[in-house]
C-alpha cells in the first residue's frame, strides 16, 4: 500500500532563505520538498534551476528534493538536476515526445522518474507502458505555472483512474491543495501531497502537515482493506 507523503512547495517560501525554509518544513515533519522548476516557455513564469538546488542540498544534505520539471525539452536538465542532488526528475507528458527514453535517462542517472499531467490532459494519455516504467504520476489540479491557484475538482476522476489501475504506484497531487481539499484528494487514491500556500502561510505548519498526513493514511488504510475484501 502506497503510504502518505507530504512535500510542501517551496514556490510558497522565502526564496531569500530557501535553505532555511527547507530546514525549517523537515522540522515540521515535511517528507520531500517540492522543488518548482520554471522555465519561462513551458510555463510563462520563472523560478530556479539546478545552480539554486545545488546550493540547497549542500545546506541540507538529508532533502529529498521533488523536482517538479516545469520546462520544455526535459531531456535537457536532467544531468544538471542529478549533479545538484535531486532525488526524483518529475517532467510533463506535454513537453516530451518520447517519455520513456526519458525515464530511462533519468533512471541511467540514479533518480526516481515522475510523469506529471496539466488539466487538460487526460489521464488515458498515461500508457500503461509508462506508468509501469515511472516511479510516481503526478495529476495537476491547477495549471502549471503559480502558486495560490483555487483547486480543480475535475481533476480528481484522473486520479481515481490511475489509481485504479495501478494500486501501488505513487500518486501526487499538486496545486491548489490544503485541509479544504486533502479530503477529496485522499478519497480519490493519491498519497503524495504537494501543498506550498496551505503550509508555509499557516500559522502552525506542522499541524498542517500532521493533518493531510493522517487523512491520507486513513483513506489509503480504507481502500487496501476494501481491496482485501473483494
Ligand atoms: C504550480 C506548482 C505548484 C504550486 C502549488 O505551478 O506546480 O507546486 O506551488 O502551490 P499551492 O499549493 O499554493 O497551489
Ligand atoms: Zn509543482
Known sequence: MPHAIISPSVLASDFGQLTAECKRMIKNGADWLHMDVM?????????????ILTCVKKGVPDIFMDCHMMVAQPEKWVDDIAAAGGALYCFHLEATSDPL??????????MKAGVAI??????????????????????????????????????????????????????????GVGPS????????????????????????PEQVITLLKATVNTAQAHAAAQRAQQ
Not at 41 to 49: C, S
Not at 128 to 136: E, K, T
Open 118 to 175: 496539466s488539466p487538460d490532459t487526460p489521464s488515458s494519455a498515461i500508457t500503461d507502458q509508462v506508468a509501469n516504467a515511472a516511479d510516481m504520476l503526478l495529476v495537476m489540479t491547477v495549471y502549471p505555472g503559480r502558486g495560490g491557484q483555487k483547486f480543480l475538482d475535475r481533476c480528481l476522476p484522473k486520479v481515481a483512474d490511475l489509481r485504479a489501475r495501478f494500486p501501488e504506484k505513487d500518486i501526487e497531487v499538486d496545486g
Open 181 to 204: 481539499t486533502i479530503d477529496a484528494c485522499a478519497h480519490a487514491g493519491s498519497n503524495v501531497i504537494v501543498a506550498g500556500t496551505a503550509i508555509f502561510n499557516a500559522p502552525d
Open 101 to 110: 527514453a526519458l525515464i530511462d535517462l533519468i533512471h541511467g542517472k540514479k
Open 39 to 51: 522555465d519561462g516557455h513551458f510555463v510563462p513564469n520563472i523560478t530556479m534551476g539546478a545552480p
